[in-house]
């Protein structure tokens, strides 16, 4: 989620400014989408002016103007688009997923109340700063005081699984998916609590400004009313010794009791941060920290400045900061570099990159791009895609603490360059834009489907081009937020699929093997949460690990998912992705995918042979029957020769297959049938 400062500029009497600065949304992303040039803005798009009196409700629901010109929206008359509303009991549309768990939220991480009477309410306000005696209205407070309980990013271990939340984070015992138990719940505020796993560690970012370097919850005094003619002017909180805004690091040797061991303050804080594995540095991890709020003052943390590049060379924007942790001395860990990684390499200038302008209201002119919001890195190929707000950078990380550019691109169809994946094999790169930063309504029917919505890249010779957009295809409600959000690969040999979240859009599966032509293959979606305002709401993440789809659902809690087989996806291809099994996962940082010479994995590729009709029918009828007999017989060594010698003939096809796709497919199979596994 990005920085939300329109709504900051709005409640900034509230003391709330700098709180909601750090939940992610910028002002724009926040708004309601922009209308077309000439066009009369809703009410709800105009910052208050009248500080003091109540103001207008962010939240409301509100349409989305016509389409520009020759864009195309997502569609109406898909099930999803008029699901019933609810918190537990609202409608559910599936296709290829089965539902096998909802674990909601531990009281521990629920405000308790739908009152906004209740004492409740003002006393988690209180904890988030906010203060001043502001006239929020009271549907709003509540709004406000749920925001802090938020589920955000997972990671997973072994037979666990952690989820962060604004408040904290659990552990799950995920041994058996579908009786999956709560472990832990540690409260420990400070947003987002995104958290990535290595060994016996744990890291959490931290980026709000009521997070305590001793994980208490009381956060620090409200801040006073503004003087007057500064209403609407954000403000740096005022300075606090034992403010903590970074990465936290706790040892999880028991998992029922995470130990803190480590604090890195950081200038910006840690919206997001990646975990680092150099192969050549066994004793060491790393950790790309991102941040994207605002810079505390140099009297909360030495060393610290907001200002542009022309007024201080040393300024905390752009840049990210890399942490060195020794494993063994996790205690020692520090910052060791602060790579610039947007300079112009030709003139030195360290706002190098611009986001060429947007589509987003008051946006059009180019702006610096001076913040990343996520970065994954894929150590197996030494590159990593960063998804830097107004730019998709790629970034050379064979040295892990000077990580260097190799390229950029922007789009104006973009507003806020968020996350990205690489295809398993390199040669692609799915970059999402958060278009409305998660707070916002933006797979209306009237919402172009370029906008807010992956963008698939091909990536040769470290350059990337873009080929397609891929956005949820059907259209979501008024008082749904809604927009490209988290996701990871689903093991799928021969294929490139990613397992996404979409917020209040649920969860979309989406095949980019043909990086120009992605589809959908399966998807999960609820009904809105309140059918008359918008309430956070949805998935935050949703990932595979070892057979399983976990979602990280914002209000509700974790929802678990298995796929199930269609026309587009077969029982083998989902078996064959069962076969690849993790120690570990933390998905920003990605792994290889290997599958193993087993026959089901051989089986899958047959079906996206039949499927795209590149071996002849017959001949797929007699590889099967071969792949059955050998199964059948236990692997006897008569039946296995006979696999064997068919493998030459698959071999040979590839060099005439009518797609790439395929001709790798063939030879993937070749290769399985030349060494079988049971």
């Not at 986001?355 to 702006?367: C, F, I, L, R």
């Amino acid at each position: 989620m990005k920085r939300l400062e329109k709504l900051g500029l709005q409640l900034a009497g509230a003391g709330l400014a700098t709180m909601l600065w750090c939940t992610g949304v910028s002002a724009q992303q926040a708004a309601p989408a922009p209308a077309p040039s000439g066009a009369q803005e809703s009410p709800a798009d105009q910052p208050s002016d009248k500080v003091g009196k109540e103001m207008q409700n962010p939240f409301a629901a509100v349409p989305a103007p016509p389409l520009p010109a020759g864009m195309t929206g997502s569609s109406t008359t898909d099930p999803r688009y008029k699901l019933t509303p609810g918190m537990y009991n609202a409608g559910e549309a599936a296709v290829g997923m089965k539902h096998v768990l909802l674990l909601k939220k531990p009281d521990a991480f629920q405000l308790g109340t739908d009152n906004p009477d209740d004492p409740k309410v003002g006393k988690m306000l209180g904890q988030m700063g906010i203060g001043g005696g502001a006239k929020i209205p009271k549907d709003l407070q509540i709004v406000i005081a749920q925001l802090a309980f938020g589920n955000s990013d997972v990671a997973f271990q072994g037979n666990h699984l952690f989820q962060g939340n604004f408040y904290g984070m659990n552990i799950f015992d995920i041994s058996d998916p579908a009786k999956t138990t709560l472990l832990t719940t540690m409260v420990c505020p400070g947003g987002q609590g995104d958290v990535s796993v290595y060994k016996n560690l744990m890291f959490m970012s931290v980026e709000m400004p009521n997070g305590r370097i001793d994980c208490g919850a009381q956060g620090f005094p409200p801040e006073p009313p503004p003087p007057a003619g500064e209403e609407k002017k954000p403000r740096l909180p005022a300075a606090q010794a034992e403010r903590f805004r970074g990465v936290r690091i706790f040892d999880i040797t028991d998992v029922k009791n995470p130990k803190q061991v480590a604090a890195v303050q950081t200038c910006r804080g840690s919206h997001t941060h990646t975990l680092v594995v150099d192969p050549n540095d066994k004793d060491n991890v790393y950790v790309y920290v991102s941040g994207t709020s605002f810079v505390r003052q140099a009297e909360e943390l030495a060393g610290c400045s907001g200002e542009k590049p022309d007024k201080d060379p040393n300024t905390a924007l752009f840049r990210i900061d890399v942490i060195k942790v020794p494993v063994a001395a996790p205690q020692d860990a520090k910052i060791v570099s602060s790579p610039r990684v947007f300079m112009d390499s030709r003139t030195g200038a360290m706002n190098g990159l611009s986001n060429g302008g947007s589509h987003d209201k008051d946006e059009q002119k180019p702006a610096d791009t001076d913040q990343c919001h996520d970065i994954t890195v894929y150590s197996a190929i030494g590159l990593a895609a960063g998804a830097c707000s107004g730019n998709g950078i790629l970034l050379d990380i064979k040295d892990p603490v000077h990580p260097k550019r190799v390229d950029a691109v922007n789009d104006p169809n973009y507003s806020y360059w968020h996350s990205a994946s690489f295809s398993n094999d390199g040669t692609k790169v799915v970059f999402t834009d958060e278009w409305g930063g998660g707070l916002g309504a933006r797979c209306r029917p009237n919402d172009p489907n370029k906008w807010g919505a992956d963008a698939i890249f091909n990536l040769k010779d470290d350059k990337l081009s873009l080929q397609s957009y891929y956005k949820l295809p059907a259209a979501q409600g008024d008082t749904e937020n809604c927009v490209a959000h988290n996701g990871s690969l689903l093991p799928v040999p021969g294929r490139d699929i990613e397992v996404q979240a979409w917020y209040q859009g649920g969860i979309s599966v989406m095949d980019f093997t043909d990086a120009a032509k992605p589809f959908e293959i399966a998807y999960f979606d609820r009904g809105p949460i309140d059918p008359k305002m918008l309430v956070l709401g949805g998935y935050w993440s949703a990932y595979w690990y070892n057979g399983y789809v976990y979602a990280s659902e914002i209000a509700r809690g974790l929802d678990i998912f298995e796929l199930t087989p269609t026309e587009s996806l077969s029982q083998n291809e989902i078996d064959a992705a069962k076969t690849v099994q993790r120690a570990y996962e933390n998905v920003q940082n990605q792994q290889k995918i290997e599958w193993p010479n087993k026959l089901v994995v051989a089986k899958a590729y047959l079906d996206q042979l039949e499927r795209s009709k590149a071996l002849p029918a017959a001949q797929i009828a007699s590889l099967r029957e071969a792949i059955r007999g050998a199964e059948g017989s236990n692997m006897n060594k008569g039946k296995v020769a006979k696999l064997k010698a068919m493998a030459p003939a698959v071999e040979s096809s590839a060099s005439s297959a009518k797609s790439p796709a395929d001709a790798k497919r063939m030879q993937a199979l070749a290769a399985i049938l030349k060494a079988p596994v049971a």
